[in-house]
């Protein structure tokens, strides 16, 4: 914790979501089993079973399970361990795509697979529409207000309203039909749902 990446980052200085949002998210998967993309500071608030943090690299280096929860870390595809530094990415390269797009690569991958049980994917990416279509493959909720995210700064925890944002669902396979009336019930009152 606290090593720099760039200049003003660090793992200290990082976003979560919202209390209303992981709620949600624990009412809708019965529990959080793992957040891929974490740290301690992080899981004090969202309170998965496990977590991984940068070091573990849960991108690449990690194998995923159960009901996973994924708000992807801003400009990164994964922690560099030769470096000890974040690899970064820019949606606006030619070359490099969205980490959000990168990251919600690997969760529908482990979803297809069965290396996850079901997921759910948080983004105040709304570029997303265009990174990667396939999230109209699942239920989406638009939410209606820009959620007050918690950030983490080496001064405490504050509350920061980000940008337009989406809650992506990734249902059981074996259940999608109740799974996914669930998610419609829970997230309705939050935004406008596409299903």
């Known amino acids: 914790m606290g090593k720099?990446?760039?200049?003003?980052?660090?793992?200290n200085n990082e976003l979560i979501t919202s209390p209303d949002l992981v709620a949600s998210a624990h009412a809708l998967?019965?529990?959080?089993?793992?957040?891929?993309?974490?740290?301690?500071?992080?899981?004090?608030?969202?309170q998965a079973t496990q977590f991984f943090c940068p070091s573990d690299d849960g991108l690449?280096?990690?194998?995923?399970h159960g009901n996973a929860y994924l708000f992807p870390p801003n400009g990164t595809y994964y922690w560099d361990k030769p470096n000890e530094r974040w690899k970064f990415t820019r949606g606006s390269s030619p070359t490099l795509k969205s980490s959000h797009?990168?990251?919600?690569?690997?969760?529908?991958?482990?979803?297809?697979?069965?290396?996850i049980k079901q997921g759910l994917y948080f983004t105040n990416c709304p570029d997303m529409i265009r990174y990667d279509?396939?999230?109209?493959?699942?239920?989406?909720?638009?939410?209606?207000?820009?959620?007050?995210?918690?950030?983490?700064?080496?001064?405490?925890?504050?509350?920061?309203r980000t940008c337009t944002s989406l809650?992506?669902?990734?249902?059981?396979v074996d259940?999608?039909?109740?799974?996914?009336?669930?998610?419609?019930?829970?997230?309705?009152?939050k935004g406008h749902i596409l299903s």
Not at 4 to 11: D, L, M, N, S, V
Not at 175 to 189: H, Q, T
Request: glycine share 6%; proline share 6%.
């Open 167 to 172: 809650v992506v669902y990734l249902p059981p």
């Open 101 to 115: 797009a990168v990251w919600f690569k690997r969760m529908y991958n482990a979803w297809l697979t069965k290396e």
């Open 29 to 46: 998967m019965g529990g959080i089993d793992l957040d891929v993309a974490s740290s301690k500071i992080a899981n004090e608030h969202v």
């Open 60 to 64: 690449n280096a990690q194998q995923w």
């Open 133 to 160: 279509p396939r999230i109209f493959s699942f239920p989406i909720c638009i939410l209606r207000t820009a959620p007050k995210l918690l950030k983490v700064t080496d001064t405490g925890v504050k509350e920061q």
């Open 175 to 189: 259940n999608s039909g109740a799974a996914v009336e669930k998610f419609i019930d829970l997230y309705a009152e």
């Open 4 to 11: 720099t990446f760039r200049p003003g980052y660090t793992e």
